[in-house]
């Protein structure tokens, strides 16, 4: 079977087409500047040449429909007919807690994810777009949602709790959710693997850092801890992403910078983190370079980073009473030699060592704590993606 899995941003939809047999990407793609002045679709299929098509791009129908003749393309696509297509994956960020698995998509289906866009305003209204076009567009191919938040509905009551009045709790669905579920179930399923034993034996901390970071703690293959709360905003500080402050915070600035509440989210995933610590950049090659050449605050953005991960893979130590197994993933985990020495600096306490050696790797899995170490550390690259594919595949 063919999968095509789609992933719609606001402004942006990116695909890519598997063919299930033997789990290899057909071809791959980004559509991206959707209802600016000049959009652009990036198409690359396996075995030809890049193709980079710019042109108005008014809406995610046109570009669900750009996408597909790059597909259908007689020179560099790689399907003949729609009907090839067996079913489509879409990547849904937040599900509540009315999904906590992936879900063929019904008209029902459809219903309970406009409902949710009241706590996701952000995220999931681009998804329904990118959902809707493929539908008018593919009226009779199944498609199937993966959420960002389904790994973690297993999260127990009083971790997701709040301390707030628990009428907010039961009136707005103010509670922690948890992100990057897809990445968090990937990598800990592909971990369990890759050190032969079964999951549901193992304690682990899986960290996803990339422009957006978490940490899940999954214990016998279940997510009992994400460090992403009621928005991916909570949590680890980020690219852009202030992560956990004191709330009060919040209003404080808001008063004296003088930002009105339409905007104040916006301040707090856009201008902060490690952009706003070292003004530097968001991009952790940029902020590792400068700090390089002696720039105080980008060392210093590194340091705040690798300290709250410290943090928050303590506590989760303590959420799931032993630990077997970490894993790095997402961009700066994957590919981040620094990073990852810094983190696992002094986690002796907890058998977490790295080999230097082992540990001079990128984008692959790898072990990278020293032979019969007692916490095994492992960067395993993610592939959401091959996720959705997967989940499709089992749900159609
Ligand atoms: P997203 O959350 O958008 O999916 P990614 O997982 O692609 O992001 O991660 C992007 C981050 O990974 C950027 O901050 C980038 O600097 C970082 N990154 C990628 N390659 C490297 C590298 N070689 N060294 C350090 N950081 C890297």
Do not use: W
């Not at 698995?101 to 777009?129: F, Q, R, Y």
């Not at 009083?158 to 709790?169: F, K, N, Q, T």
């Not at 959710?177 to 079964?198: M, Q």
């Not at 030699?337 to 977490?352: A, E, L, V």
Request: proline share 4%.
């Amino acid at each position: 079977m063919k999968v095509l899995v789609i992933n719609c941003g606001s402004s942006s939809l990116k695909y890519q087409l598997f063919n299930m047999k033997n789990k290899s990407v057909m071809a791959k793609g980004l559509v991206e500047r959707i209802g600016l002045e000049v959009g652009m679709l990036k198409h690359q299929p396996a075995d030809k040449d890049k193709v980079e098509i710019s042109e108005n791009i008014p809406n995610h129908r046109v570009a669900v429909k750009m996408m597909l003749d790059a597909l259908l393309d007689k020179d560099h696509g790689v399907i003949k007919d729609v009907s090839e297509i067996g079913a489509v994956g879409h990547r849904v960020v937040h599900g509540a807690e009315k999904f906590s698995g992936s879900v063929k998509i019904t008209d029902e289906v459809m219903d309970v994810l406009k409902e949710c866009v009241e706590i996701a305003p952000l995220h999931n209204p681009p998804n329904i777009i990118g959902i809707e076009a493929a539908k008018e567009l593919m009226p009779d191919v199944p498609m199937v949602g993966v959420f960002d938040t389904a790994f973690h509905q297993t999260m127990p009551e009083y971790a997701y709790m709040y301390g707030l009045p628990y009428e907010l709790y039961e009136k707005y669905s103010i509670r922690r959710y948890g992100f990057h579920g897809t990445s968090h179930r990937f990598v800990s399923i592909e971990a369990a693997k890759f050190v032969n034993k079964p999951i549901e034996q193992l304690n682990m901390l899986t960290l996803h850092l990339g422009n957006g970071s978490s940490i899940s703690a999954v214990k016998n293959g279940k997510s009992i801890e994400n460090s992403m709360g009621f928005t991916p905003l909570e949590g680890i500080v980020m690219g852009t992403r202030c992560g956990n402050i004191d709330p009060t915070i919040v209003a404080y600035i808001m008063q004296k910078e003088n930002i009105p509440v339409d905007k104040i989210n916006d301040y707090l995933n856009k201008k902060c983190g490690v952009l706003g610590i070292s003004g530097v950049s968001s991009d952790f090659r940029d902020i590792e370079e400068a700090a390089n050449k002696g720039n105080k605050r980008a060392k210093l953005a590194l340091d705040v980073f690798a300290y709250q991960a410290k943090k928050i893979m303590g506590s989760y130590v303590a959420a799931m009473n032993g630990l077997d197994v970490v894993v790095f993933t997402g961009g700066i985990g994957e590919n981040s030699i620094t990073m990852r020495q810094s983190i696992c600096g002094n986690m002796d306490y907890f058998g977490i060592e790295i080999d230097d050696e082992k540990n001079n790797v990128r984008g692959k899995q790898a072990e990278i704590s020293p032979d019969n170490a007692k916490t095994k550390v492992l960067v395993i690259p993610t592939n959401e993606e091959l996720m959705i594919a997967l989940d499709t595949v089992s749900l159609v």
